[in-house]
């Protein structure tokens, strides 16, 4: 039987080792993403009919608070709600907005295909291939990843159509 001490002393060793590979691995730890059946009822209907609702963690608070506050000129789009929804969606996405370090580096335009941590993750993939009729744009993350609508970016269910 294990005295106390040394219980003690294993569980603070495995848990050292437990937060070493969580460091080493935070892209596993982290691509599995809100799925859309867990969105805000308002978001799922406002913010995915013209591309998917993307999960609010990919960007932080207030990249998220000033397209909230511009949906009139949306990425060249007008995007606009009425004050009620906006507002409903905006509180739900300043609760569910990533914290992480990487989403809280710049992104020009408020983009989740700029952050730092996109171009890091897509950086073998060249400018032409985001540009194919299959493709369209970087923001179009479904077309390559299968179960990005379930949160799910692991490399097993990456394809790049031609
Ligand atoms: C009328 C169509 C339309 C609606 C509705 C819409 N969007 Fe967009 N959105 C666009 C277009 C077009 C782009 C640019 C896509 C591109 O560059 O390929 C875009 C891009 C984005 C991007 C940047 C994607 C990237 O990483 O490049 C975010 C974030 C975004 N939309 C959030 C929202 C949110 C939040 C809502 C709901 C409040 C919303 N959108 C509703 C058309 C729309
Ligand atoms: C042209 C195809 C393509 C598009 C479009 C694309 N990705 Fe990727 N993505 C990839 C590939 C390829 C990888 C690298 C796969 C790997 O080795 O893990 C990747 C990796 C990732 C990873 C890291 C997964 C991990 O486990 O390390 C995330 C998260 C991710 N993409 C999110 C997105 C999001 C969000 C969008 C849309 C804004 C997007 N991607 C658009 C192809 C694409």
Same mark, same amino acid.
């Given at each position: 039987m294990m005295n106390r001490q040394r219980y003690l002393w294993t569980a603070a060793l495995v848990a050292g080792v437990v937060s070493v590979v969580s460091w080493a691995y935070p892209a596993h730890a982290d691509s599995?993403?809100?799925s859309k059946a867990q969105m805000l009822p308002a978001y799922q209907q406002e913010c995915a009919s013209c591309h998917m609702a993307y999960s609010p963690e990919f960007l932080s608070k207030p990249a998220w608070n000033r397209i909230m506050q511009r949906l009139d000129k949306h990425y060249g789009t007008d995007a606009s709600l009425d004050a009620a929804t906006v507002k409903e969606i905006s509180n739900w996405l300043a609760q569910h907005g990533g914290s992480y370090k990487r989403v809280t580096e710049s992104s020009p335009e408020d983009r989740l295909s700029t952050t730092p941590w996109f171009v890091r993750k897509h950086r073998?993939?060249?400018p032409s291939v985001f540009q194919r009729a299959s493709i369209k744009? /970087? /923001?179009?993350?479904?077309a390559c990843h299968m179960k990005a609508e379930q949160g799910n970016y692991d490399e097993d269910f990456v394809r790049i159509p031609r």
């Open positions: 599995r993403m809100l073998e993939i060249s744009s /970087a /923001a179009n993350c479904t």
